[in-house]
T-cell receptor
Framework: DTGVSQDPRHKITKRGQNVTFRCDPI?????LYWYRQTLGQGPEFLTY????????KSRLLSDRFSAERPKGSFSTLEIQRTEQGDSAMYLC????????????FGPGTRLTVT | EDQVTQSPEALRLQEGESSSLNCSYT??????LFWYRQDPGKGPEFLFT???AGEEKEKERLKATLTKKESFLHITAPKPEDSATYLC??????????????FGEGTQLTVNP
């Protein structure tokens, strides 16, 4: 399978704990995006990388959220001091530079904060 | 503020009963309009990109069209396997917008056999 992969698929954590998610984009894609989706809503943009550079961050991305893409390949999204409102599906997408407008999504990581 | 509104929120069809989903948008400068399909518990699956008014694209039983204010996703003779949530998203021009997609809330389609 050469699609976008995300790990873990599901994460249950207690309020106040830190969590980290990983995204592996399609191999030749240099752009990577993180979105958050709650039940019944469309995905909301969080942040965007071109290669290893983080070029845009949404105001939704509070100080407790940090994302990295250290070598321009996989990316991690960390949430510190989780809150119940952080419960959502976290989606990663990637796109190639040649067709930069088409974003291909991974299966998502479902986070539940208890 | 950029806005994307999808209607209806939910749609139930009988197998073979054709219909259309609507996506209306208010944006400062449209770079592209995207349709995705999302099955429960999965990530969105890319369907179409439309760039300019008058453009149409087709894939199997689906046809997407674009005007200056809205897009339609026409479903011809749907089958139960077409049941899913259909998401519309826009991408706008502008240095601060980057490549982000702004999504609507989706239309949940159910096709009964």
């Amino acid at each position: 399978d050469t699609g976008v992969s995300q790990d873990p698929r599901h994460k249950i954590t207690k309020r106040g704990q830190n969590v980290t998610f990983r995204c592996d984009p399609i191999s030749e894609h240099n752009r990577l995006y993180w979105y958050r989706q709650t039940l019944g809503q469309g995905p909301e943009f969080l942040t965007y990388f071109q290669n290893e550079a983080q070029l845009e961050k949404s105001r939704l991305l509070s100080d407790r959220f940090s994302a990295e893409r250290p070598k321009g390949s996989f990316s991690t999204l960390e949430i510190q001091r989780t809150e119940q409102g952080d419960s959502a599906m976290y989606l990663c997408a990637s796109s190639p530079s040649t067709a930069a407008y088409e974003q291909y999504f991974g299966p998502g990581t479902r986070l539940t904060v208890t | 503020e950029d806005q994307v509104t999808q209607s209806p929120e939910a749609l139930r069809l009988q197998e073979g009963e054709s219909s259309s989903l609507n996506c209306s948008y208010t944006v400062s400068g449209l770079r592209g309009l995207f349709w995705y399909r999302q099955d429960p518990g999965k990530g969105p699956e890319f369907l179409f990109t439309l760039y300019s008014a008058g453009e149409e694209k087709e894939k199997e039983r689906l046809k997407a069209t674009l005007t200056k204010k809205e897009s339609f996703l026409h479903i011809t003779a749907p089958k139960p396997e077409d049941s899913a949530t259909y998401l519309c998203a826009v991408q706008i021009f502008g240095e601060t917008s980057g490549s982000r997609l702004t999504f609507g809330e989706g239309t949940q389609l159910t096709v009964n056999p």
